[in-house]
């Protein structure tokens, strides 16, 4: 992973306004979406969003900057007192350490196993007399350093996939493609870890796949939490006169009474239509949008004529 300024193409002393400017305008060129051809766009979207989550977040980027974590936000082992030895993070967020052996190595002519018993005695070995069966802080192989392999992939997924889930095909920087299962209720943002699925090194175990989801933008659903918003196109006579009205929902459409003389800008619940997330399901919240019809309209002009003199109103009074 490269370093996230660079990614993104900031200063080091870049603003937080200037990092998330830069960030979105990257992601939005960069979108798989935006670039269906290229089938090194969906790693390049992926390492663009790695970026902006470190140095888009003020804790993360101090964090990164102290170089406390490196580029995707693993620690970083800071050696021993005095000592330089390189180390990955382990299970339970303490650290594994795989050093090389071998004849002649190591400080001295000696091994690093050797240094080590030096530094803190005979608990590395489990006693003077031997291994006692307790497990050792430390590993050592004779096959080198640990090495990071996993892989990060970006899936768009659309608002439907994301509530009901369903398969999708991922391609990754391998060149590799394979089925995802979507879990229902994912949200953007959201990572999805494959096992074993990442890339592979002899002598190694395989690393994960890292998928992070992100959602395209619907055309007529705007996300609000577990709420979804819509504008309602209504007709003139709709307005004034009222009627029932069509809705779409997530699953089928709904119709909606709609009042007589209601306003544009008027907005309805319909309760339970929203996302289900955490157990609960949101509300869809329609707002009505008066459209008048296209072109001019002779008639309709002429009635408005006769209704403004006979009913004149002012709606912006109270705007001084």
């Given at each position: 992973?490269?370093?996230?300024y660079?990614?993104l193409?900031?200063?080091?002393?870049?603003?937080?306004?200037?990092?998330?400017?830069?960030?979105?305008?990257?992601?939005?060129?960069?979108?798989?979406?935006?670039n269906?051809?290229d089938p090194k766009?969906?790693a390049?979207?992926?390492?663009?969003?790695?970026?902006n989550?470190i140095i888009?977040?003020e804790?993360?980027?101090?964090?990164?900057?102290?170089g406390?974590i490196?580029a995707?936000?693993?620690?970083?082992?800071?050696?021993?007192p005095?000592?330089?030895?390189?180390?990955?993070?382990?299970?339970?967020?303490?650290?594994?350490?795989s050093?090389?052996?071998?004849?002649g190595?190591?400080?001295?002519?000696?091994?690093?196993?050797?240094?080590?018993?030096?530094m803190?005695?005979?608990?590395?070995?489990?006693?003077?007399?031997?291994?006692?069966?307790?497990?050792?802080?430390?590993?050592?192989?004779g096959?080198g350093?640990?090495?990071?392999?996993?892989?990060?992939?970006a899936?768009?997924?659309?608002?439907?996939?994301?509530?009901?889930?369903?398969?999708?095909?991922?391609?990754?920087p391998?060149?590799?493609?394979?089925?995802?299962?979507?879990?229902?209720?994912?949200?953007?943002?959201?990572q999805?870890?494959l096992?074993?699925?990442?890339?592979?090194?002899?002598?190694?175990?395989p690393?994960?796949?890292?998928?992070?989801?992100?959602?395209?933008?619907?055309?007529?659903?705007?996300?609000?939490g577990?709420?979804?918003?819509?504008d309602?196109?209504?007709?003139?006579?709709?307005?004034?006169l009222?009627?029932k009205?069509?809705?779409?929902?997530?699953?089928?459409?709904?119709?909606?009474?709609?009042?007589?003389?209601?306003?544009?800008g008027r907005t309805?619940?319909?309760?339970?239509?929203?996302l289900p997330?955490?157990?609960?399901?949101g509300?869809?919240?329609?707002?009505?949008?008066?459209?008048?019809?296209?072109?001019?309209?002779?008639?309709l002009?002429a009635?408005?004529?006769?209704w403004?003199?006979?009913?004149?109103?002012?709606?912006r009074?109270?705007?001084?």
């Amino acid at each position: 992973m490269r370093d996230p300024y660079e990614v993104l193409g900031v200063q080091r002393s870049a603003s937080a306004a200037t990092i998330k400017s830069a960030y979105r305008k990257l992601a939005k060129k960069h979108h798989p979406d935006n670039n269906k051809n290229d089938p090194k766009a969906a790693a390049r979207f992926a390492e663009i969003n790695t970026a902006n989550e470190i140095i888009g977040d003020e804790d993360k980027r101090k964090q990164f900057d102290r170089g406390e974590i490196d580029a995707e936000g693993k620690p970083r082992f800071q050696g021993f007192p005095g000592g330089g030895a390189g180390g990955r993070a382990g299970p339970g967020g303490g650290f594994e350490y795989s050093f090389r052996g071998g004849p002649g190595g190591g400080m001295g002519g000696g091994s690093f196993e050797d240094i080590l018993n030096s530094m803190f005695g005979n608990a590395a070995r489990g006693g003077a007399g031997g291994r006692t069966g307790r497990a050792s802080p430390f590993e050592f192989d004779g096959g080198g350093v640990g090495v990071d392999l996993d892989l990060s992939v970006a899936m768009t997924v659309s608002l439907e996939e994301s509530v009901r889930g369903g398969d999708k095909r991922v391609r990754l920087p391998t060149g590799r493609e394979l089925n995802v299962k979507i879990p229902p209720g994912v949200t953007a943002g959201q990572q999805i870890r494959l096992k074993g699925q990442g890339d592979t090194a002899q002598g190694h175990p395989p690393g994960d796949l890292l998928i992070t989801i992100s959602i395209t933008p619907h055309p007529f659903f705007k996300v609000d939490g577990n709420d979804l918003r819509i504008d309602l196109p209504v007709t003139l006579y709709e307005a004034v006169l009222g009627g029932k009205v069509r809705v779409p929902t997530l699953g089928s459409a709904v119709e909606l009474s709609i009042p007589k003389n209601t306003s544009s800008g008027r907005t309805f619940r319909l309760k339970g239509k929203g996302l289900p997330k955490a157990g609960a399901v949101g509300d869809l919240y329609v707002t009505t949008r008066i459209i008048l019809p296209d072109g001019n309209d002779a008639e309709l002009e002429a009635l408005m004529q006769t209704w403004r003199e006979r009913n004149p109103y002012n709606p912006r009074s109270d705007l001084g």
